[in-house]
């Protein structure tokens, strides 16, 4: 029974780690090295700067290149078991990672005289199927990444436009020097070549530059290259439509297009490396591998109508340098290229994380391969589609630790990637190519004419030749042979008349079924070039897409961004809400509290007043049956005694009993006298007694009614001290306790001219409640009376 672990067993079998070396570059100063070497296989770094005395981080390759390694010992190592896949159907993947002169592009292409790993790939593979290869044409791309088989006399006419063409690109081929003399080939070969297959090798060369992809094999368009769409082929391999793929049958043609593509190449300035270059750039080898060879007629190897292909693809990656902008004072388009540069490095990280991830818990994240046209072109490969070699160089000086540091890394973290151990690709029945020339056989093999079939002919008449026949019967049957003979030439000519007719009509139809092709075909070229203007509008609209998608992808971030600010602030200000509500409701109850407060208040004052008017009225009521007893009192009549005027001198008894004629005290007057009223029940009840008016200490108040006449009299009030009524300013001078006197004064003239004064005077006494009120207890009346006038009564009274 097959448990989870033997199956896991059998899955790690079947999977097989991403192989990382590491090549070391040679330093002028061996002594200013970050890197140590501890075995073939592990090294560490560290800095000058760094003095802790942490442990050192070990990082393992599968095997580290010194300074002193060969370009060969690399090859031979790192390249020579990918191209033994290639040439076996299987697809192999090798890309240099490193930071910018670090030795990538001299560990992969190399220096005229001492190769690298690519021109050492094209020659191995040349001399291994020098003589194995089909002839040129025979096989030719269907421009869908796959391969067809064209009719030999396709094949022939192909070449010959080839050695037509060919005469004009010498020039070219001179210009770019001596391709063969530039690599030296050291004769080394494959050892498992299947010898019962043809080979054909295909060419193409690829550059990824600001995550667009371009094709720098094609001439089509001389100024600036057209972009390129990836796509995916009908076996799920992606590659780059629209790509020139050219067939080469020797080492030199495979130079010739690597150095015309090198020429369109974009090479761009930094500070760390004049020829540093700032795009990817992807060599790719592709063999097609045809089993089952026959012969043909003339004894030449031909391919068999059910034949199958193998097709082995090897990519030669030379990344672009993996440095920090700072570090190469990189700025404005350079530094667009940087951050593209190093974005879709980190998509290359990333990918190989989340791959690592995967495998290592068995989780289904999703592969961000799409994120990066890098990434996505090497989809397959990390998904089994072929083997994975990365070669990581470094520059071992102090100056690039910190970049050597993150190189490491990755390095690392890569070695942990397994990709499915690659079969073979399924191998494919060769898909014959229409012929070009309708009426044209693909094999060179010859027509014969057939001849009519014997049986529709007389029969021959038995004819021997017996030496005892007689001469007769000889003849006869000799004659009925000719006969019989004769009829047969007649009826095969006959026959051959009707073929031939039947073949000139075929013929007839042949040229009209040519010309509609030639029709069609003019109209397939016109859909093609419809097609092709589609297919470019389309790319356009893609990119716009993409670029709009992400556009979109930024807006909606923004958008949940201010959504979640929109949010946050709601909910402030739903509290803010609450808070003034529950204020408003607090108020609205205190206020109604306040409200019934102040109502009870009122109810009690209205209570209070009622009580008190209902009190003061009883009081009034009292004060006024007192004041009319007091009235009742003052105008019963009593008789003062007479006065005496000496002349015309009035004469004022002082010492003269109260009880005179006492008149009813005046209305009250207005200020002190109201004050007392409204105090009446607080009024201090004092003995009516008699006062002199001639005290001396007292502050007379005095109070006149009307501005008196000048009396001029004798007899006049002695009042030395007065203050008048009118002079008070304050209700404090009313109640001023140094004024104790009060007198009212009025003057009245009879009908004979006659005038009469009235003193009312009074005591004034304080209150209880603060005032004053006064208590009138005299009456003085002073009349003057003309000598000569009818003598009435001259008196005080
Ligand atoms: N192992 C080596 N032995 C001798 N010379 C080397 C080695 N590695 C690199 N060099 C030299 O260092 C220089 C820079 O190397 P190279 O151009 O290969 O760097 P690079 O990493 O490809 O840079 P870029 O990222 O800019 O393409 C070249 O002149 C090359 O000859």
Redesign the pocket.
């Known amino acids: 029974m097959e448990t989870p672990r033997s199956r896991e067993n059998s899955m790690d079998r079947s999977r097989e780690s991403v192989h990382v070396f590491c090549?070391l570059?040679?330093l002028e100063n061996e002594t200013e090295t970050s890197i140590k070497l501890l075995s073939p296989t592990t090294l560490t770094i560290r800095s000058t700067a760094d003095k802790s005395t942490k442990r050192d981080v070990h990082y393992i390759f599968n095997h580290i290149f010194t300074?002193y390694s060969s370009q060969k010992e690399i090859f031979d190592h790192v390249a020579l078991p990918l191209l033994e896949g290639v040439i076996n159907g299987k697809n192999g993947l090798l890309f240099t990672y490193?930071?910018?002169?670090?030795?990538?592009?001299?560990?992969l292409t190399g220096?005229p005289n001492n190769p690298g790993i690519m021109p050492r790939c094209i020659d191995t593979l040349f001399n291994t199927i020098a003589n194995f290869q089909t002839q040129k044409y025979v096989i030719k791309s269907d421009k869908m990444n796959g391969f067809e088989i064209q009719s030999e006399s396709d094949a022939v006419e192909d070449r010959f436009r080839e050695t037509r063409t060919n005469k004009i690109s010498k020039t070219n081929r001179r210009a770019m020097g001596d391709c063969k003399s530039y690599y030296t080939n050291d004769g080394s070969r494959l050892t498992n070549l299947n010898e019962n297959s043809l080979y054909c090798v295909f060419i193409s060369y690829i550059e990824i530059y600001n995550n667009i992809v371009f094709d720098l094999l094609d001439e089509s368009t001389s100024t600036r290259p057209e972009s390129k769409i990836l796509r995916e082929d009908s076996q799920k391999n992606m590659y780059v439509n629209g790509s020139v793929e050219l067939e080469v049958k020797s080492a030199a043609e495979a130079y010739e297009l690597f150095f015309k593509g090198q020429k369109r190449k974009r090479m761009a300035y930094t500070a760390l490396?004049a020829?540093?270059?700032r795009s990817h750039s992807i060599f790719n080898i592709r063999i097609v591998q045809i089993e089952q060879v026959a012969q043909n007629s003339h004894g030449q190897a031909a391919v068999p109508e059910n034949n199958i292909m193998r097709v082995g693809q090897l990519s030669l990656v030379?990344l672009?340098?993996s440095e920090r902008c700072s570090r190469t004072q990189t700025t404005g388009l350079r530094l667009k290229e940087a951050s593209i540069i190093n974005n879709s490095l980190m998509t290359l990280r990333i990918c190989l994380e989340t791959l690592r991830e995967n495998q290592q818990t068995g989780n289904n994240k999703l592969v961000p391969y799409r994120d990066s046209r890098l990434t996505l072109l090497f989809k397959n490969y990390f998904e089994g589609g072929g083997q994975v070699r990365m070669v990581v160089?470094i520059n071992p000086s102090l100056r690039d630790y910190e970049e050597n540091l993150q190189v490491l890394k990755f390095a690392e973290m890569t070695k942990d990637v397994k990709v499915i151990n690659p079969e073979p690709r399924t191998p494919y029945n060769i898909r014959r190519a229409k012929t070009k020339t309708p009426g044209v056989t693909r094999t060179p093999a010859t027509m014969k004419r057939s001849r009519p079939a014997s049986f529709l002919l007389p029969k021959l008449p038995i004819f021997t030749t017996d030496a005892n026949k007689s001469v007769k019967r000889f003849l006869d049957e000799t004659s009925n042979l000719l006969k019989v003979l004769n009829l047969r030439k007649e009826k095969s000519l006959g026959f051959n008349s009707i073929v031939r007719e039947k073949e000139n009509h075929f013929r007839k139809r042949l040229v009209d079924i040519n010309q509609q092709m030639l029709v069609s075909q003019s109209e397939a070229q016109s859909i093609k070039a419809l097609l092709k203007k589609e297919k470019r509008k389309n790319y356009n609209l893609e990119t716009k897409l993409a670029d709009v998608e992400a556009n979109q992808k930024d807006l909606e971030m923004q958008i949940s961004n201010f959504e979640e600010v929109i949010k946050k602030q709601q909910l402030k200000i739903d509290e803010k809400d609450m808070k003034i509500n529950q204020n408003l409701l607090e108020k609205e109850k205190t206020k109604q509290k306040q409200a019934l407060k102040a109502e009870r208040i009122a109810q009690e004052l209205e209570a209070k007043h009622r009580q008190q008017r209902a009190h003061l009225q009883a009081e009034m009521d009292a004060q006024d049956m007192k004041l009319k007893k007091v009235k009742e009192l003052l105008d019963s009549e009593v008789p003062m005694s007479p006065l005496q005027i000496p002349g015309s001198m009035a004469t004022i008894d002082f010492d003269a009993p109260m009880t005179t004629k006492r008149e009813s005290p005046p209305a009250q007057s207005e200020g002190v006298i109201n004050e007392s009223t409204s105090h009446r029940r607080n009024m201090i009840r004092t003995p009516l007694r008699h006062r002199r008016s001639r005290s001396t200490g007292d502050v007379w108040l005095e109070h006149n009614s009307i501005k008196p006449v000048p009396l001029g009299t004798v007899l006049q009030p002695s009042m030395k001290k007065r203050k008048s009524v009118s002079k008070l300013k304050k209700a404090d001078d009313v109640t001023n306790p140094k004024q104790t006197k009060y007198c009212l004064i009025t003057q009245e003239q009879d009908d004979e001219g006659e005038l009469e004064t009235k003193v009312y005077k009074g005591d004034i006494l304080p209150t209880c409640g603060g005032g004053a009120q006064v208590v009138f207890n005299d009456v003085e009346r002073l009349r003057q009376e003309s000598p000569t006038g009818t003598p009435t009564s001259g008196y005080r009274q």
């Open positions: 090549r570059k040679p300074s490193g930071v910018t002169g670090s030795g990538k592009t001299y560990t220096e490396n020829e540093s270059s030379d672009a340098g160089c």
